[in-house]
Nanobody, 126 residues
């Protein structure tokens, strides 16, 4: 059974940085795409970043491009989301996700992922 456990959320001020982590178990991590999605208050879930199973290719939504960086450590079974220049509109519950199957080439939308963590809250004050 796939388990994804996020950590690293918190309350920060606009302009600050945070790094989210997601520890994965129950899957051959090095063969799975990973991603991050978020859901703000009263908003739909938005996919923000995805990474190929090998970690060499990434995707970002326009809303976070240039500020967020996703990375994958296959030796530690962990995916990270480095978030810089945070804005109040980044306030959301952030979810980690694992792809639907091994060696998938899809990592650009919520529907590309089949397993989700419980989320970690990020709150950015102005």
């Amino acid at each position: 059974q796939v388990q994804l456990v996020e950590s690293g959320g918190g309350l920060v001020q606009a302009g600050d940085s945070l790094r989210l982590s997601c520890a994965a178990s129950g899957l051959p991590f090095s063969t799975y795409t990973m991603g991050w999605s978020r859901q703000g208050p009263g908003k739909e879930r938005e996919f923000v970043a995805g990474i190929s199973f090998g970690g060499m290719a990434t995707y970002y939504s326009d809303s976070v491009k240039g500020r967020f960086t996703i990375s994958k450590d296959n030796a530690k079974n962990t995916v990270y989301l480095q978030m810089n220049s945070l804005k109040p509109e980044d306030t959301a519950l952030y979810y980690c996700a694992a792809g639907r199957r091994a060696y998938s080439s899809d990592y650009r939308r919520n529907s590309d992922f089949g397993s989700w963590g419980q989320g970690t809250q990020v709150t950015v004050s102005s």
